[in-house]
């Protein structure tokens, strides 16, 4: 199973990566992380940005992004340290 | 001070006090007869039809906050289950009618349930919390992570609940005289709701769910339910409602 971390986005970086504040990690998860991470996104369930990366762009990111609370499946880190990961919403605030 | 209103006759400021948070809810007394409600709630618990949601053994009806990302969904699922609210009131007053005919006097606006794209919008939602069942601190606006749909763009938006049926014991209302701001995000729990550090000595008010009495409130006001005792269920009928203009205001779950 792969770890997990929640938080919130805090900056957006580029059309395929943020700075995250950590606030939750999985119990069992294989790794300890950092109260703030930089996450590479491979894939997001956020209908608003596109799949195909060169249709993206950061005002974009940052209004379906910024401040939202995250859930955060990680496949590893990458050359610049960023964790790899799965993004998608987390639960909800309210029903 | 920070105290609920009791509706006797509804004044300018009822409905601005509401949508500051002034007033932490207002309480409209017997909005429908206790016959009334008995009879309607004998039939909700005869009904298949139902989901479950978090904290919540049973519901009837579709909610945006289960479909944040799965607009079609959500609007498929909110034609099939306003046809179920139909069929189950179609033989008697609508109390969906009767609690939009209510805000309407009290905030003397025109009120109707939202539409996008000519699509409906989920009508209503029952909620049935059975022994044990509680809800978790949360709020419930749409206006930060629901911008997929238009009514996130909708002012000052409120919720409305009325009680069909009243626990045995428990299953109590709590406002918190706090508002969600998007900070506030950051003590989010992974599955539903805020951590209960948010609220600590902040003021509360309780509020019965006493069958008849429909709620008034602020859903940015942070709100939970307390676990309802014993083998009545907890019924309520819900919606949320903001402003399409100055006088038109509409409705949706």
Redesign the interface.
Known sequence: MADIVWGTVTKIISTNSFEMNVSHQKDTNGDSYQDIEEIHFTQIDIPSIPVDESSRDILQIEQNLKDKFVKCEISGRNSENRLVCSVSHSGAGGY | MWTTQILREATNSTYTDLVSGKTPALIVPNVLSSSFCISLSRKILKTNLMGV??GISKKIGT?L??H??K?SEYFSNALLSNQTLKNLFSDNVSPIDVMQQTISKISQKKISSAFENEMIYSIAMIRIHEHGDS?HL????SD??M??YGISNLKNQLSAILYLQSPLNGGKLTIYNKM?N??D??????????SSDLIKNVPQKNIFPIAGNMVIFN?KLYHKVESVIGIKSRISLGFFFGEMSKNHLCSWT
């Open positions: 949601n978090l909610s906050s289960s944040i990302y607009k809800v949360h709020r419930d606006n930060f992570e911008s997929e969600w998007k900070n995000e950051q003590m989010r729990c992974p599955e539903f709701g805020y859903p």
